[in-house]
């Protein structure tokens, strides 16, 4: 008898614990595709900004941003926690800036960064060519030509063919929602949700 209430708590607190991850995900997912009613111009300047909880103004972003603005409508604040990790952990983070310390304005707007981030204090996830792999409230980064690198989230919308979800994230037309799961060659993948 005790062996099987051991067992029904422990598999009630696996799906609690599975519904919170799938409540955070959606609700992640509803933030982004929110983003999307913003008109933004991509701009990647370099701007002093608050600390904490600072931001580009409110029409200005890039890919990073879309990511940082979703997880803030949460109560989550990557600036701060991407600077304080960085901060404690600095050789764990890329150099290809030529920084000798942490920028604070700038670091969490760095793909690169925000890997490592995820990667450090999230969960990796698979990277490959099948749909069903991606869940809404993930975040996928991709390498473009050149070496450049980019960010989005995998929202709760699906594609006209109903085989992958779409994607929110702003490549240079503002915050949109399109369907570039596979589009560009995917470098990173992971579910972030921090112990709230």
């Known amino acids: 008898m005790q062996r099987h209430l051991i067992f029904l708590l422990l598999l009630s607190s696996n799906f609690c614990a599975a519904q919170g991850q799938s409540s955070f995900n959606f609700k992640l997912s509803e933030a982004a595709i929110s983003l999307t009613r913003q008109h933004i111009t991509y701009d990647p300047a370099y701007y002093n900004i608050p600390y904490p909880n600072g931001d ?21 604040d990557l600036q701060k926690e991407v600077h304080e990790d960085m901060k404690a952990n ?11 310390s942490t920028d ?20 990796v996830k698979p990277i490959s060519r099948k ?3 991606y869940s809404p409230g993930d975040i996928v980064c991709w390498n473009l030509s050149g070496g450049l690198t980019h960010i989005g989230i995998v929202v709760n919308r699906v ?26 060659k995917v470098i990173g993948h992971y579910s972030y949700r921090p112990h709230l």
Request: proline letters at 4%; one cysteine or more.
């Open 104 to 123: 604070r304005n700038i670091d969490h707007r760095r793909v690169p960064n925000l890997m490592v981030f995820f990667k450090r204090h999230g969960s």
């Open 159 to 184: 594609s006209i063919d109903r085989k992958r979800y779409l994607i929110v994230h702003n490549i240079g037309g503002g915050q949109v929602l399109e369907d570039c799961l596979f589009k560009y």
């Open 56 to 76: 580009v103004p409110a029409g200005k972003g890039v890919c990073t941003d879309v990511v940082i603005r979703a997880y803030r409508k949460l109560g989550i």
């Open 90 to 100: 600095f050789s764990k983070y890329p150099n290809n800036w030529g920084r000798t």
């Open 131 to 133: 749909a069903q792999d």
